[in-house]
């Protein structure tokens, strides 16, 4: 019995050891349960990621343009606009721009910070190719009736998308989403806009009825009164439904007018913008009107029913759905102040 019983140990003993060799040799992945697992699941999921990425970068579509059938980036990443008011109908899409054209400065207020590394080019008779270039675009977005004598050149950078010139800005709103792939965007975008105009026409209404008012522009070398056939004026008088005088020439888009003019145009309200509110010679010849006898013996001054508005902020109004926007916000603040 005792040999037997050794035999047997010594059986046991080798099995044993037989066993821990083989886990020894096995590869650390295998034999590492959850932790190694996790590792493999991790370098696939990097991998696909990448992948995906990759895919979507090379994918691309083609639409029509004013100058025919263009191959574009399905998923643009870096868009370029030439226009003055792209970077409002870009970024209302959800879209900011790698460079853009710019009128001021700076950008307005409600850009600024959404903006803040997206590249300013300024306004000129050409496209700034090289600020273009060194902005890496995969796609331009550029207005025929400006960019078709560079569209070449353009082309060499980027693929390059002429838009139709259009009366409203509504319609290059769409023409820039049919070419992104964005039009329930930009039917949002227009919904919303039509509802807070709609807030802020009742509002008006209920502070100031049916008084009228006149919408005055400030300039380094004129004044303008905005009528209601300007974009401007239209958006004032017909969207925000403040009545306009009746002896306004309707014929008429504005007026340009001297300072002696003004009391010929003598409105319950008047809304005074100042077309750059950081333009010394701007302010300069505002001050010079707040002094004169015929500024101070306008029914609006006073009634203390003068609203100084606007400045950059103001200055896509009528043209972009962003400025718009503020817009009514400006206005109904104002007016709320002093009625």
Request: a negative charge; charged letters at 25%.
């Amino acid at each position: 019995m005792k040999l037997k019983y050794g035999v047997f140990t010594g059986i046991i003993l080798l099995l044993l050891l037989l066993s821990a060799c083989a886990q020894a040799t096995e590869p650390k992945a295998s034999g590492s349960g959850e932790r190694g697992t996790s590792q493999s699941t991790t370098a696939a999921s990097n991998t696909s990621t990448s992948n995906s990425e990759q895919s979507n970068a090379d994918q691309v579509k083609v639409v029509q343009t004013e100058m025919g059938e263009i191959t574009i980036p399905a998923s643009p990443q870096r868009v370029v606009g030439l226009s003055v008011v792209y970077p409002e109908l870009l970024y209302s899409l959800g879209i900011v721009p790698v460079a853009v054209q710019n009128y001021h400065e700076e950008f307005p207020k409600y850009l600024q910070e959404p903006f803040a590394n997206t590249v300013k080019m300024g306004i000129a008779k050409t496209p700034d190719f090289e600020m273009i270039l060194a902005a890496n675009p995969d796609l331009i977005l550029a207005p025929a009736w400006w960019s078709k004598k560079d569209y070449e050149q353009l082309s060499r950078i980027a693929p390059t998308v002429l838009l139709p010139e259009r009366e409203e800005w509504p319609e290059e709103l769409q023409d820039i989403a049919a070419v992104l792939g964005k039009e329930a965007e930009a039917k949002q975008v227009m919904a919303d806009l039509e509802q807070h105009e709609k807030q802020g026409a009742d509002k008006l209404h209920s502070l100031i009825g049916d008084e009228t008012v006149l919408y005055v522009r400030v300039m380094e070398k004129e004044i303008i009164l905005n009528g209601p056939n300007l974009s401007r004026g239209a958006f004032i008088h017909k969207k925000l439904g403040l009545k306009p005088l009746s002896n306004f020439p309707e014929s008429e888009a504005s007026l340009s007018i001297s300072m002696e003019v003004l009391p010929e145009y003598d409105a319950d309200h008047l809304i005074i913008q100042l077309d750059d509110n950081e333009n010394p010679q701007i302010k300069k010849k505002y001050e010079e009107l707040l002094s004169t006898s015929i500024w101070k013996n306008l029914k609006a001054v006073k009634e203390n029913h003068v609203y100084l508005v606007g400045g950059k902020e103001w200055f896509n109004l009528g043209m972009a759905p962003l400025a718009d926007n503020y817009v009514i916000d400006d206005i109904v603040a104002a007016f709320e102040e002093k009625n």
